[in-house]
């Protein structure tokens, strides 16, 4: 589904669309978050199909889709611990929905390879989720930088999408951002670029530490003023 000129998702092209409805929720590469209501009202309008909301993102910032579950059997939720919870490379990640929709991702599990989680992540998992405190403040750092680099990249002229995940996705007009992604790599400095005409301009920069972003600007403007 083609997203819309701002790279918004529009709802209405998902109600009663039918088929398996997947939504990144924040969305990557934007950044850009629909509501829970936006979300209801796609969920609420295919009965016959399974939604599945990819909120790998939620927790940097968006309305997490949850407390939906209890009133949609056609709703599954899934997260991860690779970004909000730091836990990257450990490959773990779950998912919510009412008891009929998770017998059916356990049945397939048991018929391929029921041991997808080793012990030693699972502990790691368990540990995480007694430390919420630990990741919630992460991600407040995490978003108090992502507004200070919003602030800091439209100051110097870049259009910058409303994010509400660990990343932006930003443009200079009249800058070619593919020559931007090469000149900061030739500074140690990694941002992503996609070919993708749409999106040709753009990067898709992940928020670091306060530290790391300083280290971006002066790069940035190194090559901007060069
Ligand atoms: C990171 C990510 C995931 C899950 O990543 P894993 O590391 O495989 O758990 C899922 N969806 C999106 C959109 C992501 O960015």
Known sequence: MPLKDDFSIDPADYERAGGFIAIANPNAPTG??????????IVASNPDSVVLIDEAYVDFGAESCVPLVEKYEN????MTFSK??????????????????????????YSTNPYSVNR???????????????????????IATREASVKRLREMGFEV???????????????DGGFLYRELKKRSVLVRHFDNPRIADFLRITIGTDEEMDVLFLKLREILES
């Open 32 to 41: 850009m978050a629909l509501t829970r209501d936006q979300v209801e009202k």
């Open 75 to 78: 709703l599954l939720v899934v």
């Open 84 to 109: 909000s919870r730091g836990l990257a490379g450990a490959r773990l990640g779950f998912a919510i929905a009412q008891p009929g929709l998770i017998a059916d991702l356990e049945k397939i599990k």
């Open 120 to 142: 030693m992540t699972l502990a790691a998992g368990i540990a995480s989720l007694a430390r919420d405190d630990y990741n919630a403040d992460n991600c407040r750092r995490v």
């Open 161 to 175: 999408l409303p994010s509400q995940a660990n990343f932006v996705f930003a443009r200079k007009p009249g800058t």
